[in-house]
């Protein structure tokens, strides 16, 4: 009997840091910016001499590496590019993604051995589509965020069978078709599709008649006003076995911006609900723990997209475009002595003395302990409270950790 192909989980790697902390708290792949050419200039991405490291680091571990390529690219972008791909061509990457049709060709020219994948930015939302990009050479597309699961499950059986199916599953959502959106380039001159969205989508709107400049006229589901284009975060992590089911390959997360607090607990929330998953399909519950596990780094609401219908505005959110942050990451575990039971700790947020903290890790449930001792690393003197950003410290655990195990306090 053949062994059944698992879905993928698929993390986001805004630099070095976040790819490892994505594969060592489980996920099968990570995807990445260069420092020129993804659609995410604010977050850290990836020197030449960091992408070899971070592309060694994944495959070391089992993991593959993704970088995305995808700016809809304008005519002063096609030579630095073409430099650009013939730098990055020996380096192993398992495959580029890609939205811009004459980037397919180019990077086909440069290196035809490359797997190309399509970005959600393609906007492919038919199996006519997916056959097109299929004679192109595309071996996956991520699909666009605006189909419903009928949608899915009709597309997969239309498109040829070795094109695999890649689809957002956890993160924010953007107001435009797949995020091509022109708010933002129009409003303050930074295009979304070239990396520097602004998020206009999350700012608080009034009307303004023509005749009447400078009277505002709020658009109020309440006295705070409200945010008429912001969505709710897509969270599919209940409905796992639908995802598999439907014929997705690959479950992508978003947030190549986010810390590597929220990468991690993400990615340790869905790799736990996949395995479960597969590890006894027919007997498979949802935990409701897991969800717990999401609420507690940084989000907004959440909410289904369009995968079992059209979002209704029970998904959108009029009152803030505020995030529910309920708990801190407060350190990070460099090192750990089994005999003694001290860890050594990166601070990332105050820590006291007497704090109730949660200690977790890859592959592991959290626990709660307070904390009793603490010193300064460097001077080996005990301290109460530890309020220096990344200070080293020497923290009694009540339990066994690693490096990469994570502390964080409710607030």
Not at 44 to 56: L, P, R, Y
Not at 80 to 99: M, R, W
Not at 102 to 112: A, Q, T
Request: charge should be negative; glycine fraction near 6%; hydrophobic fraction near 35%.
């Amino acid at each position: 009997m053949a062994e059944i192909k698992k879905m993928e989980l698929l993390a986001p790697a805004g630099d070095l840091e976040k790819l490892k902390i994505a594969v060592v708290y489980g996920a099968d792949a990570v995807y990445f910016g260069g420092e020129l050419f993804s659609l995410r200039a604010g977050a850290g991405n990836f020197t030449i001499e960091e992408m070899k490291e971070g592309v060694e680091f994944a495959h070391a571990h089992g993991a593959k590496a993704y970088m995305a390529l995808n700016i809809f690219a304008h005519n002063e972008d096609i030579e630095p590019l073409t430099e650009y791909l013939n730098t990055v061509k020996e380096i192993p990457i398992d495959a580029y993604i890609v939205s811009d049709p004459g980037i397919v060709m180019l990077l086909k020219e440069i290196n035809p051995d490359a797997e190309i994948h399509l970005s959600t930015q393609a906007n492919m939302t038919n199996y006519v589509t997916a056959k097109f990009w299929a004679k192109q050479g595309v071996k996956r597309i991520v699909l666009a965020r605006e189909l419903t699961f009928k949608e899915i499950i009709e597309l997969r059986k239309e498109m040829p069978e070795d094109v695999e199916i890649e689809a957002f599953v956890h993160g924010a959502m953007c107001i435009s078709y797949s995020g091509r959106c022109l708010l933002s380039n129009f409003m303050i001159e930074r295009d979304a599709n070239r990396g520097q969205c602004a998020h206009p989508c999350r700012w608080k709107y009034s009307l303004v008649e023509e005749k009447r400049p400078g009277e505002y006229y709020p658009v109020e589901e309440d006295g705070r006003g409200t945010y008429i284009l912001n969505s709710r975060d897509l969270c599919m992590i209940e409905y796992i076995p639908q995802l598999i089911e439907a014929g997705i390959m690959s479950a992508k997360i978003e947030g190549r911006m986010k810390s590597i607090f929220y990468v991690a607990t993400i990615v340790s929330a869905y790799r736990k609900a996949i395995d479960a998953y597969y590890a006894d399909p027919e007997n498979y519950k949802f935990n409701p723990e897991w969800m717990k596990e999401l609420k507690k780094v940084s989000h907004r609401e959440f909410t289904t997209g369009f995968y079992f219908d059209k979002p209704t505005n029970k998904d959108q959110n009029y009152q803030t475009s505020a995030y529910t942050r309920d708990y801190y990451f407060t350190g990070l575990v460099k090192d750990y002595d089994p005999e003694t039971g001290y860890a050594v700790v990166e601070q990332r947020n105050k820590m006291n003395i007497g704090d109730e903290i949660e200690v977790f890790g890859p592959y592991t449930d959290h626990y709660v302990q307070t904390l009793t001792e603490m010193y300064d690393l460097e001077t080996g003197e005990p301290v109460e409270s530890a309020p220096h950003p990344q200070q080293m410290l020497r923290i009694k655990l009540d339990k066994p950790v690693k490096a990469d195990f994570m502390l964080r306090k409710k607030r």
